[in-house]
Structures are given as structure tokens and as C-alpha cells.
């Protein structure tokens, strides 16, 4: 039997919040398609978007999680050079990590905010999925 996983591993892994078991996402955080959404959750049938455009919520987090990144990189820079860079070297830090980590972002904020603004609570038994529905 598989072993239960901790609130925190569940949104590590972009799992569901009620199972814990179903995956969030359909492709791989660094594939074309990372932002492919299940409908449903594939073990307890949890419908992920709670509300009509309930995603736009997401797009808060994302923000904040972009105003975080911009700030640390443009931390890192001041502390690891000697004299001011030029312009061009913020943009392109900024620029050439933001792109990378853009499906973490994305799936993240997603993640986070049907945790935390889903209305979902967890549990392992199946009866209780029945009872609940999507
Ligand atoms: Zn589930």
C-alpha cells in the first residue's frame, strides 16, 4: 500500500489536495505542455477549477512569486558583483532565469492557491470522496 504523503510533500509533488494521490498537472513542469490542467482529480474525482475562473486567483500568487524572483536576482547581483553592472546584465539574469522557472511558477501558484483557497479538505477514504463528490 502506497504510503500517505504530508501536506507539504502533496503540494511539492502538485498533488491533490483531498487524496493526496491524483496528480494536478497532465504533462511534466519542463514539457511544452506544462500547464495542462486535469479536470478532475484521477482518484477521488475532485473537480480542480473549485469555481467558475477560480485560476485567476493563481494569477495573484504567480505575481507575487515574479516580484520575489525579480528582487533576488537583482540581490544576487548587487552582492556578487563589485561595481554596478550594466543594464543589460540585470535583464538578461532576470530575463534568462525567469524563463526557466516559469512553469514552476506557474504550477506552484496553481497548486498553492487550491490549497489554500479551495475549500478542500484532506482525507484518505475513499467514502468520504463518494459523500463529497467533486
Ligand atoms: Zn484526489
Redesign the pocket.
Known amino acids: 500500500m502506497e504510503k500517505e504523503r504530508s501536506k507539504s510533500q502533496a503540494i511539492l509533488q502538485c498533488k491533490?489536495p483531498?487524496?493526496r494521490?491524483?496528480d494536478i498537472f497532465e504533462k511534466a513542469a519542463f514539457s511544452i505542455n506544462f500547464a495542462k490542467t486535469y479536470r478532475n482529480?484521477s482518484?477521488?474525482n475532485?473537480k480542480y477549477e473549485r469555481t467558475m475562473g477560480f485560476w485567476w486567483s493563481a494569477m495573484y500568487m504567480s505575481y507575487a512569486f515574479t516580484v520575489a524572483h525579480l528582487i533576488t536576482v537583482m540581490v544576487a547581483i548587487n552582492i556578487l558583483t563589485q561595481e554596478r553592472p550594466a543594464l543589460w546584465v540585470f535583464f538578461t539574469a532576470i530575463l534568462g532565469t525567469f524563463m526557466f522557472l516559469v512553469p514552476v511558477y506557474f504550477r506552484y501558484a496553481r497548486t498553492l492557491v487550491l490549497y489554500l483557497l479551495g475549500g478542500v479538505k484532506y482525507s484518505s477514504n475513499p467514502e468520504v470522496w463518494e459523500e463529497e463528490g467533486e
Open positions: 491533490c483531498r487524496c494521490k491524483g482529480c482518484v477521488c475532485l
